[in-house]
């Protein structure tokens, strides 16, 4: 599960989606939403055609968040579902 946000610029998809596709991950799920001046988005994403693990891919990610001034959060789905249980 791949979530990031932060004011939103043309180019924000395109480095994420551009990264992801560099690390052989597969989007399996997108959905984005601007509101006024802040983007949001959610991927599902598979990383396990991917060379590389988890953390080293977290590392590259948060990378390309600083590059774009927003902040990109890649976490285990498994991670994720137990933060928002009820």
Do not use: W
């Not at 052989?24 to 983007?39: A, E, R, V």
């Not at 990378?63 to 001034?69: A, R």
């Amino acid at each position: 599960m791949l979530t990031s946000f932060g004011l939103n610029k043309p180019g924000i998809v395109a480095g994420v989606t551009k990264a992801l596709s560099e690390n052989n991950c597969d989007i399996q799920d997108l959905s984005q939403k601007i509101m006024g001046d802040f983007f949001t988005m959610i991927m599902i994403v598979d990383i396990s055609a991917s060379q590389k693990e988890l953390k080293e891919i977290q590392t590259e990610m948060a990378k390309i968040g600083e590059e774009l001034k927003i902040k990109i959060y890649l976490q285990h789905e498994d991670v994720f579902r137990f933060m928002h249980r009820i």
